[in-house]
Nanobody, 122 residues
């Protein structure tokens, strides 16, 4: 059993900062790429950022200048630092990860967290 648990969401004013976290736990042989997605009300889920197991980040359109993804492999945790937040950043932020659950070929599965709400007030 593998779980992804997000934390750190909340209410912040426009221009403020917030850091959200996602910790993976359970039967993990290897934690591969990890991602943050978000979904606002009435909007499709979109990729915010991703990071490889070696720490190489990539970002969704127009977010690189304000958001920073990082990870701590010792803690099986990925972070998203969000700066200069705008009301349009309001969404549920979801953690996603590719996880190898046992040694040998195959056994790589994709998991989602339950989401954490980020609300930016104007």
């Amino acid at each position: 059993q593998v779980q992804l648990v997000e934390s750190g969401g909340g209410l912040v004013q426009t221009g403020g900062s917030l850091r959200i976290s996602c910790a993976a736990s359970g039967s993990i042989f290897r934690l591969d790429n990890m991602y943050w997605y978000r979904q606002g009300i009435g909007k499709e889920r979109e990729l915010v950022a991703g990071i490889t197991s070696s720490g190489m980040p990539h970002y969704g359109d127009s977010l690189k200048d304000r958001f920073t993804i990082s990870r701590d492999n010792a803690k099986n945790t990925v972070y998203l630092q969000m700066n200069s937040l705008k009301p349009e950043d309001t969404a549920v932020y979801y953690c996603n990860a590719n996880i190898k659950i046992r040694a040998g070929t195959g056994s790589i599965y994709n998991y989602w967290g339950q989401g954490t709400q980020v609300t930016v007030s104007s």
